[in-house]
């Protein structure tokens, strides 16, 4: 079959979403407001250890040699003609936040087992191996840094840092990762793929408002998380004056508007993004004045100096508002990426594969954090975006994609790793 024939090739699209939806079954909850199942698959969780072992047997029966490594990534082999080769990579996470959807990192993984179960049907043996993965706690929401199974094994993360690393019960990364039976063997840091390809959801409403098949991503925007443990009085709501106040929530409130006003404007780019996701007040109580505020600061900007003089203003507000407020305030910074640019040459295999199944399709940059980010620094990595309905909202059990928006991104991506795995050195 010639590698033009092996670009055509098909995927079976009832036995992705099949599984997708088995997956999606393990961390199911109803979601009473919007009345359809989300998944809360926290990452080293019971939950995602079942889930963990479902891919690993799924992956075992697809005939790949499983190993899992020592920050729990587990990766999946492919024997192609020549072992000698580095193998093409492709994989996600299986993770979610806890009022995720179903397709959030498990199209990418179960995308990339779909690949190889094709192969398998037709007794294709490709020049390079084939690696699928699936990465430890991509979302970052227990632990509080996100991609951390693809920063450590490419090294952007030290493994004993990511160990120590802990949940809000104070349990580590290394306790959890023994709890659930994933703590590997397999040293991090050893795997240099020839190539890295991921497939998404979007998670966002370009490519559907648009009515694009495919997006060909560029790269991933800049991401910088703070923590922050703000500290005033905790008073009687009622007998304490206003100017004798300590007001730990109005300075969170105070914050969060700042957030916002640096993305309204030029100041740092027409793309900043800012959002407080965690506010937690104590004593959190109708008649008590908060006296302290846990609170999150997620940025994201596409051009890096932009993003360092965002954060740069974000700490002066911090220092005004302290003496304006009497306030104190704790600031940590928990994960801190630069934009990314993924790979041309990807790209454009992404775009002939689009073309090859007569699919409409466009370059867009990635607006989420993802682990082909991580990938990008050991070897030349893109990614493939399918779009979703409800406008292609995610981190939100609404997420929704099509069986046929689905099946264009897995066929898309079977065209190029068919295509990267027939390459020389
Ligand atoms: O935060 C992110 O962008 C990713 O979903 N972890
Ligand atoms: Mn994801
Ligand atoms: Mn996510």
Redo the contacts with the bound molecule.
């Keep these: 079959m010639t590698i033009g024939e092996r670009t055509q090739l098909k995927i079976n699209t009832d036995r992705l979403m099949h599984s997708i939806d088995e997956l999606g079954a393990i961390g199911a909850y109803h979601d009473a407001e919007a009345n359809v199942m989300g998944v809360h698959r926290l990452a080293l969780s019971p939950e995602d250890a079942e889930g963990r072992r479902l891919v690993k047997r799924w992956f075992e029966n697809a005939g790949l040699t499983v190993s899992v490594d020592a920050i729990g990534n587990i990766y999946a082999n492919r024997t192609g003609l020549d072992s000698k080769l580095a193998p093409v990579m492709s994989g996600s996470h299986i993770d979610s936040v806890p009022t995720g959807g179903r397709f959030d990192g498990a199209l990418g993984v179960l995308g990339a087992l779909e690949v190889v179960r094709t192969l398998n049907d037709l007794d294709i043996t490709t020049r390079r191996p084939i690696t699928i993965a699936a990465f430890t706690d991509?979302?970052?929401c227990r632990f509080g840094t996100?991609m951390l199974g693809s920063a450590v094994a490419t090294g952007r993360i030290a493994l004993d840092d990511a160990y120590g690393l802990t949940d809000a019960d104070g349990k580590t990364v290394k306790q959890e990762l023994e709890a659930i039976g994933f703590l590997g063997a397999e040293p991090v840091g050893k795997r240099t793929p020839h190539a890295f390809v991921e497939c998404h959801v979007e998670q966002g409403p370009a490519l559907i408002h648009e009515g694009i098949d495919i997006g060909v991503v560029t790269g991933v925007q800049g991401?910088s998380w703070h923590k922050l443990i703000i500290t005033g009085t905790s008073a009687h709501a009622g007998a304490t004056p206003m100017g004798f106040r300590k007001d730990a929530g109005l300075a969170a409130a105070r914050i969060n508007c700042r957030l916002h006003e640096m993305c309204t404007g030029s100041k740092y780019g027409s793309e900043m993004r800012a959002t407080m996701g965690v506010i937690h007040p104590e004593p959190c109580m109708i008649n008590v004045i908060p006296g302290r505020i846990t609170a999150t600061v997620d940025l994201r900007n596409p051009d890096d100096n932009a993003m360092h003089n965002a954060e740069q203003d974000l700490d002066d507000y911090l220092q005004h508002i302290t003496k304006e407020l009497g306030v104190q305030i704790e600031s940590r910074q928990t994960a801190r990426t630069p934009a990314i640019i993924f790979d041309e040459s990807v790209q454009i295999a992404i775009e002939t594969a689009a073309k090859t199944h007569e699919l409409s399709h466009r370059r867009i940059l990635a607006g989420?954090?993802h682990d082909a980010q991580e990938w990008s620094a050991v070897c030349k990595t893109a990614m493939i975006f399918v779009p979703g309905l409800n406008d292609g909202i995610s981190h939100n059990p609404r997420e929704l994609s099509t069986p046929r928006q689905c099946a264009d991104g897995i066929n898309t991506l079977l065209s190029v790793i068919t295509r990267l795995a027939d390459e020389g050195e």
Excluded: C, Q
């Design positions: 991509e979302e970052g996100d991401i989420a954090g």
